[in-house]
């Protein structure tokens, strides 16, 4: 892909400030940029790497004086990014319409139009795949499971019976959907496995990344909201409820029967205990331990994770502890001066 930079603001809808003839290539960042690539400035206190940069041209949200470049002026960096990125996108061979040959698929199975089914994939009876759907390559559909159109589950997903998948999802490699919870009674000695008979449900415009597992309910629903997004290697066990357009970090882990409300954002290696609630709008911090029901709209952080000003008092203290210690000994010896000078007068 080459485009003038005239033809790319046109493309993304920007303000061209400058000269417009100049032959575009690709994209990237400020350091590494050359004079085929174009980048961009989403904060202020990259505006001095802009000027110094060799990239050919820059999309800024706003003019920027003093540039020798040309400047693509949106309204929204980011999102001029997301379709620079999309334009100069490497070329890749798409999904191939139909079934492939080495391909196992049940005779009661239900599959829609314009279907990519790939290499080695195996579909049980009663599943349902929904129009224009990709199933990559080593991947297993279980019995009456159902994926919507527009998805896509790229190599060796495996979705266990009777889970539900929207329109519009994209799972990635290796992810497992509907496994049994671990979920243990102690009885007559040994720890029984409690049957986890219910299912997971994966709402619309679901993206998740590789690597996650995401457990069955022992009765009802694991569901996932609509528009949510988790990254890599996240555990979601039975019966979890996530809201509507959450953002979930890589590695986080969270325990059984959790509710987890709408837009709620939680960092990376962040856990959860089992059975608590977390409101709308909560952000937790990466590397926190949420132990109790959080409020709406709250933002925490550390083990047990508090309230963000409340965890930063008490970590200033916690480092403030060697002094104190130093302090406190001072204090000791002189005591035991005064006591000792005390005892010499009697």
Known sequence: MELTVAELAQRIGAELIGEGSIRITGIGPIAAADGDN???????????EAKKCGAAALIVG????????????????????????????????????GIDASAKVAERVEIGKGV??????????GAVIGDRTVIGSGCKIGENSRIGHNSRLDCNVVVYHNCTIGDNVIIQANCTI????????????????????????????????????????????????AGTKID???????????????????????????????????GGQAGLIDNIEIGDGVMVAGGSAVMKDVEAGKRMFG???KEIREAFRAITMVY????????????????DKLEAAEDDTK
């Open 38 to 48: 174009v980048t961009f400035v989403s904060d202020k206190r990259h505006l001095s």
């Open 62 to 97: 706003q003019r920027v004086e003093g540039l020798d470049k040309p400047q693509l002026v949106v309204k929204e960096v980011n999102a001029a990014l997301i379709e620079v990125l999309q334009i100069f996108a490497p070329p890749l061979l798409g999904p191939v319409e």
């Open 116 to 125: 990519s089914v790939g290499a080695n994939v195996v579909i049980d009876d």
């Open 320 to 335: 403030r502890l060697p002094k104190l210690a130093e302090q406190l000994k001072r204090l000791i010896k002189r005591v």
């Open 178 to 225: 509907g496994s049994t919870g671990f979920g243990y009674s102690f009885i007559d000695g040994a720890h029984k496995l409690i049957p986890h008979n219910g299912t997971v449900v994966i709402e619309d415009f679901v993206e998740m990344g590789a690597n996650c597992c995401i457990d069955r309910a022992k009765f009802g629903q694991t569901r996932i909201g």
């Open 303 to 305: 083990t047990p994770a």
């Open 232 to 266: 890599n290697l996240v555990h979601i066990a039975h019966n979890v409820i996530i809201g509507k357009c959450c953002l979930l970090a890589g590695q986080i882990g969270i325990s059984g029967s959790c509710k987890i409300g709408d837009g709620v954002v939680i």
